[in-house]
């Protein structure tokens, strides 16, 4: 269901998708970069506006915009160049036997979930989302939440293939998210909330290195404190565990940092933070 693209082989996918399918599919999100359409000369064979279902105000242009690749359309290679720009609007190329109102209606439907008998919008179409999806759910999950999509292909350090038999789904999508994986999902939240933080300090991504820590650190940041983690005291633990994953390999003492959670105001906590770095 989950493939790796190498590079030098993704233009030739695409091309040969087209041809099957007579068309494809590009997706973009004005919220990323809303100069696309007036940057790129492209000629779609139509758009379509993707609409949240709880937003009943937003005009068109502002939403997801679907956009239909006919074949022999000379643009292949920049559209595929745009999926790696992480500052342009294009974040998937979707190929589907569907046509573009039934893939518009699925991934609108695929977005709203339940939980607990309340609602959430879950924008599993932005990659940085996708990536932690394609690790929590289960293949059944992942099958419902790509419908009528046949396969969808995004870039998240490489381009990546997700691949499945097509449905189409009429009614609205019970992904019967369990506990766990929903604590997961709030994880995978945090998570991207503090790389792009993170990111824009350091201006570079964040290494390999970094990567592991951050995850290692929330997944137990979470599980000390029953998914209510202190907000100051986690934002001083993971800013001095990013700079020290980039100068050493140290080894976090969790004993200890659970205990100054459970005991220590946020100002002793900085001070052992600081403490440390003097060491």
Known sequence: MIKTILDEDINKIVI???QR???MYLLVDPKINDDFFFNHDFEFESVVPIR????TVSPDYECLQLCMIKKGATYIDQVVAELKNNKSSAIAL???????????????NAMFVSYNADYYILRFYDPHVLIHLVNIFSEKQLDKLLGSIEYWYYWQDSYIELHHKPELILSDI????????WQKIKISQTYNAYEYKI??????????NQKNTLKQLLDWFYKTTFNKPDQQKMDCIVSYAMVQSEQSHPEIDYN????LIKNQDINQFEYYLNDLDKE
């Open 94 to 108: 979707i190929a589907s036997p569907y046509a573009i109102k039934d893939i518009q209606k699925h991934i609108s």
């Open 21 to 23: 399918f007579a068309k």
């Open 52 to 55: 949240d279902r709880q937003d």
């Open 16 to 18: 040969n998708q087209i």
């Open 174 to 181: 019970n992904y019967q998210i369990t506990a766990k994986q």
């Open 199 to 208: 990111v824009k300090q350091q201006k570079k991504p964040l290494s390999e």
């Open 256 to 259: 200890l940092l659970d205990d």
